[in-house]
Nanobody
Framework: QVKLVESGGGSVQPGGSLRLSCAASGSIPTPSPMGWYRQVPGKQPDLVAGISSRGGPTYGLSVKGRFTISRDKDKNTVTLQMNNLEPEDTAVYYC????????WGQGTQVSVSS
C-alpha cells in the first residue's frame, strides 16, 4: 500500500509563490515517474508537472516557466515550486505516480486571489 501526503498549500495573491511537498511511503514500484496533479471542482485531476525516475521534468503548457518540480529519490519526496501564481492555478493539488495509482492523498489547497 502506498501512502501519499501533500503539504504546503495556502492562499496567496497573484504573483505570489508557494512550495508544495509530497512524501510517499509504502510499496512504491521503482523506478516510478511521479507528478503533481491539480483538481478543480467537477473535473478529474489534471497532470501539471511530472518528473522521471532519472529526474527529467515535464510541464503542462499553463505552468511551464513558472513551476519547477524536483524529487529526492532517497527520501521519496517530490516538491513543486510554484512562482508567479495566477488565479487560474487555484485548485487542490495532489501528487501521485504517473500514471496515477487508484488511491490519492488528501491533497493540499492552493488559492490565488487578490
Amino acid at each position: 500500500q502506498v501512502k501519499l501526503v501533500e503539504s504546503g498549500g495556502g492562499s496567496v495573491q497573484p504573483g505570489g509563490s508557494l512550495r508544495l511537498s509530497c512524501a510517499a511511503s509504502g510499496s512504491i514500484p521503482t523506478p516510478s515517474p511521479m507528478g503533481w496533479y491539480r483538481q478543480v471542482p467537477g473535473k478529474q485531476p489534471d497532470l501539471v508537472a511530472g518528473i522521471s525516475s532519472r529526474g527529467g521534468p515535464t510541464y503542462g503548457l499553463s505552468v511551464k516557466g513558472r513551476f519547477t518540480i524536483s524529487r529526492d529519490k532517497d527520501k521519496n519526496t517530490v516538491t513543486l515550486q510554484m512562482n508567479n501564481l495566477e488565479p487560474e492555478d487555484t485548485a487542490v493539488y495532489y501528487c501521485n505516480l504517473i500514471p496515477p495509482l487508484g488511491s490519492w492523498g488528501q491533497g493540499t489547497q492552493v488559492s490565488v486571489s487578490s
